[in-house]
């Protein structure tokens, strides 16, 4: 058994509003965590990171591993036409082996150098190249899980499934793959069905993937409600379905059975709401994103405080940044210009809850496979962040909760070091 034990400031939310501080040790048994201790039995190694900052591995519930590649561009469109202008044509070059693998490694580098240690993650449309991906997110030592895109409407020819039959056997191909490789339920990297969004699957493709999902036992993500022309556009693809949800669950792809994530939930009226929490569908809060692509505002406090399943987001490329502590920051402040523009019904969120939502939040869609994520508790997986703030000193001193915030929103500090299932990344 390998143990060792880390000695510093430990800080989490064992409940949204609680932020814990906890000074001492923590021991790692075979990936998990221990024991939370003052002293250290004899003979077990310790990293001693004595006056840092710790906080558990944070989870990016979604993100485009190929559109990082234009990470920080493309700021100029709404939703459909940044998708046709700026993302098909990128995604496309992913059919290119060694674009993917460039491509794919400039991203697993950076995501592995960031605050984050577990994921999940659309590819593209490309089988190999999302293998190419699994197999990278696998070295890296992250956790993740990874979606081979359906797409067969909707997008232009270069990048577009021929049918849903070519694409579903894509799929199969994908996920038999997967299988061979002990990847479809063990291991860290592992695969989820993936329509891109209801405009871009056929109801025939839909529903081929919703089969696959139960047949295989895998669990599914896409997108719903981000943006009002999108909405308008489902309600017209989908005729006789009362909400956009409803693309997804006629057919098997909304939680239930199959563990899903829906990324952003912007804009989902009461039925889409009580159907998503009835359902467990985990909601992927994507702040940054919906400022960049100018989609709106979710009411993430109203999820959060009334018992919706609800984590954060990078989104990357729609999003910025794949560092989810400045998405941290930006869930607190959209939740802000909420109050004041949308709706006083919810006080904003604070940066206890945000921390909650990328820790625990979004840790809790992993639970659904028999792991617990996001605190530091006896047998939650040992997924940490050593803080290095030297960066951020200043005259004054300032509480652990005081240093945890600056870190988020000053984003001039780094990591001393990163764990990730008791394996030490850096
Ligand atoms: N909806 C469908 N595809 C995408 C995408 O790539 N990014 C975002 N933000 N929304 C989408
Ligand atoms: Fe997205």
Request: some cysteine.
């Amino acid at each position: 058994m390998e143990r060792f034990a880390v000695k510093g400031i430990f800080v989490d939310t064992p409940a949204p509003s609680t932020l814990r501080v906890r000074d001492g040790y923590m021991l790692c048994e075979d990936g998990r965590c221990g024991a939370f201790t003052e002293s250290v039995p004899a003979g077990v190694p310790v990293y001693d990171h004595s006056g840092q900052i710790i906080t558990p591995g944070l989870v990016d519930l979604h993100l485009h591993a190929p559109q990082y590649s234009y990470c920080g561009t493309a700021m100029d469109l709404e939703l459909l036409d940044w998708l046709q202008q700026y993302t098909y044509p990128e995604e496309a070059h992913y059919a290119d082996a060694d674009y993917a693998r460039a491509g794919y490694g400039y991203f697993v580098r950076d995501l592995q150098h960031s605050a984050t240690t577990r994921a999940c993650i659309f590819g593209t449309l490309h089988t190999d190249a999302t293998l190419e991906l699994m197999h990278q997110l696998q070295t890296a030592g992250l956790s993740a899980f990874v979606g081979k895109l359906g797409m067969d409407r909707n997008s232009p020819d270069f990048y577009r499934e021929p049918s849903p039959a070519a694409g579903l056997a894509e799929t199969r191909r994908w996920l038999d793959t997967c299988a061979k490789e002990q990847m479809l339920h063990d291991g860290p990297v592992r695969p989820m069905i993936t329509p891109r969004f209801t405009p871009s699957a056929s109801d025939e493709y839909m529903k081929g993937l919703g089969e696959l999902a139960a047949e295989y036992k895998v669990p599914a993500q896409s997108h719903l409600s981000e943006n009002p022309s999108e909405i308008a556009w489902v309600a017209e693809l989908c005729p006789g379905t009362k909400y956009y949800g409803e693309s997804y669950s006629r057919y098997g792809l909304f939680g239930g059975d199959v563990p899903t994530v829906m990324a952003h939930c912007i804009y989902s009226g009461e039925e889409e709401c009580a159907a998503m929490k009835a359902n467990r569908v985990m909601i992927a809060h994507c702040p940054t994103s919906n400022e960049n692509v100018i989609a709106g505002i979710a009411p993430a406090a109203k999820y959060l405080r009334g018992g919706w399943r609800i984590g954060l987001g990078s989104d990357v490329a729609g999003g910025h940044t794949l560092d989810l502590f400045a998405v941290m920051a930006a869930a607190v402040q959209v939740s802000k210009l909420r109050w004041r523009y949308v709706d006083q019904s919810e006080a904003p969120l604070t940066m206890t809850e945000a921390l909650y939502l990328a820790t625990v939040g979004g840790g809790a869609f992993w639970q659904d496979f028999g792991e617990q994520v996001g605190l530091f508790e006896p047998g939650y997986a040992f997924d940490a962040l050593v803080l290095n703030d030297s960066a951020l000193h200043n005259l004054r001193s300032f509480t652990p909760a005081e240093r945890l915030e600056r870190y988020a929103y000053l984003g001039k500090g780094a990591l001393s070091a990163k764990f990730a299932q008791g394996k030490k990344l850096f």
